[in-house]
């Protein structure tokens, strides 16, 4: 058998690039927009497709599924398990954002139902991952409460209790399949200050899982590394988050493949 070298994230990106991976996103309202925008800008191609009666069958066509539990009710988690069941049976990557999934019984219930259909990949911050694996987080909402560095144990654990890969956003990423483990550097402190930028990178993984579905670790490593470079490029003249937000999707669209690999961006953990 012969083994095959990794791709590293500035090669993930140019694929990615080149291919323009069609994503089924089931995101939130607050999201859809947003991420839309992200994905195109970053060069995937986006869709957003929830509704129970097409969603399995769409997600044969794509190539990875995200799922975010955003903006919940009953009929769009009929979707989201149409659309995992049919991301499975194809054999796509699918990635799990369980927002605020702490906050409420209904959140938590669907977010553990979610969680045991084994996504590929579970994104989310601090407070969602460390309450994710049965610890007292102090979130309250859709924002983190935590710093990075108190999730990484958990995200270890969840990792290797349900065989997903498990990233960590805020000021340095973490991100773990288990066995192997990264930090992640850049962006800016204006990032969380702008609505659906975590919902729009966890749709970003989709992107990336899709280019290298046997790789999902190197992949949702290299779909942070470019939220990070682009963060880091849009913050310089940014007034605000708004012109920020704009700023990151022009960084996001004009990105050098190297700056994913640029001085200490990825380390291991
Ligand atoms: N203080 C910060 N400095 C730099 N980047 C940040 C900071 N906070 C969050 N980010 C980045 O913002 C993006 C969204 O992460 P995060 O805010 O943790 O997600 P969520 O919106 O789900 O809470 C990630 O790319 C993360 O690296
Ligand atoms: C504000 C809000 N409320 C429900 S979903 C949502 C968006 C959360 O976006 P993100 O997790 O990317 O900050
Ligand atoms: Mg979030």
Known sequence: MTSQKTAGAAELHARMRQTAPLVQCITNYVAMNVAA?????????????????????????AGALT???????????GGMKTAIAGAMAAGRPWVLDPVAHFATGYRRRVAAELLAL????????????????????????ADAGDPVEQAEEAARRLSRAHGAVVAVTGPVDFVTDGRRAARISGGSALMPKVTALGCSLTCLVGAFTAVAPDAPF??????????AAAGEAADQGAGGPGSFAVRFLDALHGLDSQALEVGERIRPA
């Open 37 to 61: 925008n992200v994905l195109l800008a970053a060069g995937a191609s986006p869709a957003m497709v929830h509704a129970e009666e097409e969603a399995g069958e769409f997600a044969r066509i």
């Open 67 to 77: 799922v975010n539990i955003g903006t919940l009710s009953p009929g769009w988690v």
């Open 118 to 141: 084994r996504p590929t990949v579970v994104r989310g911050n601090a407070s969602e991952i460390i309450a994710l694996d049965g610890g007292v987080s102090a979130g309250q909402g």
């Open 218 to 227: 190197e992949a949702t490593v290299a779909a942070l590394a470019t939220f």
